[in-house]
């Protein structure tokens, strides 16, 4: 029977100097398969529930992380007529564009552990967690097991308020008019994703102009961590979940 790998398992054992030959098992073999093997290589440092706690103030942090974490960024659009049409047909316990962003990044973080990880001094360690950071304005909150949770579960969560440095993490620009901005990675996070204000664009479709909703996605990643096509293939895969939002209610 012919193996199959993922991407993501590829990248893991080739960093972690793993021979998948000799992984032995029916179906796919996926990146927490490469991960769970012993003894682990010393670029892979397994998996952990919680995060580090830095001494540092969050601003230091971050002042830090821009000067020496290898940040690159990239941006995709999303169209968010379907999205705006499904929300509003739940009525009272209609959700907002964030709380589908956050929902729609956790299920997508735990198909993709790989992303869901930090760079530490001795190498990458993957969270066996999922729990998304989420800054508004001044104030950070967390989305525990945001993963695990329905849109009503995140909302309440949300509004909670509860307080930790999460996985991975979402800056919320929804609210301030501004389209797009490229966030800085906590030291905490290997990613973090700037959701940018709903914008109106006139767009040609089926031979007329039609007016469209769009929000502008960018994600700043750590290149320690993740590759360029990895993030693309992300970003690609969470377009594709907030464009056709029913998904996430399977």
């Known amino acids: 029977m012919t193996m199959h790998t993922t991407k993501l398992a590829e990248r ?58 290898p940040h690159f960024y990239q941006t995709i659009d999303v169209a968010l007529d379907r999205l705006l049409n499904f929300a509003g047909a ?13 929902l ?49 579960g995140v909302a309440r969560s949300i509004a909670a308020g509860e307080e930790g440095s999460g996985t991975f993490a979402i800056v919320d620009f929804t609210a301030t008019g501004i389209r797009e901005a490229s966030a800085i990675i906590d030291p905490h996070h290997a990613g973090v994703i700037a959701v940018g204000a709903l914008q109106e664009r006139v767009v040609s479709q089926d031979g007329a102009f039609v007016v469209q909703s769009y929000c502008r996605l960018t994600l700043s990643a750590d290149h320690r961590v993740i590759d360029g096509a990895a993030a693309a293939e992300f970003l690609s895969e969470l377009k594709t979940l907030l464009e056709d939002p029913i998904g996430l209610l399977l």
């Open 104 to 152: 729609a990044t956790a299920r997508l973080l735990r198909r993709t552990p790989a992303l869901n990880a930090v760079w530490q001094d001795d190498g990458m360690l993957l969270y066996d967690r999922v729990d998304i950071a989420l800054s508004q304005g001044s104030g950070t909150i967390m989305i525990a097991d945001a993963d695990r949770q329905g849109l009503r």
């Open 90 to 102: 739940l009525g009272e316990h209609k959700p907002s564009l964030l709380d589908v962003v956050v």
């Open 12 to 69: 893991l054992a080739a960093l972690a100097s793993i021979d998948l030959a000799k992984i032995v098992r029916t179906g796919e073999v996926t990146a927490r398969d490469v991960a769970a093997l012993l003894p682990l290589p010393p670029n892979v440092v397994s998996f952990a529930a919680s995060t580090r706690a830095l001494p540092t103030t969050r601003g230091e942090r971050l002042n830090n992380a821009k000067r020496e974490m």
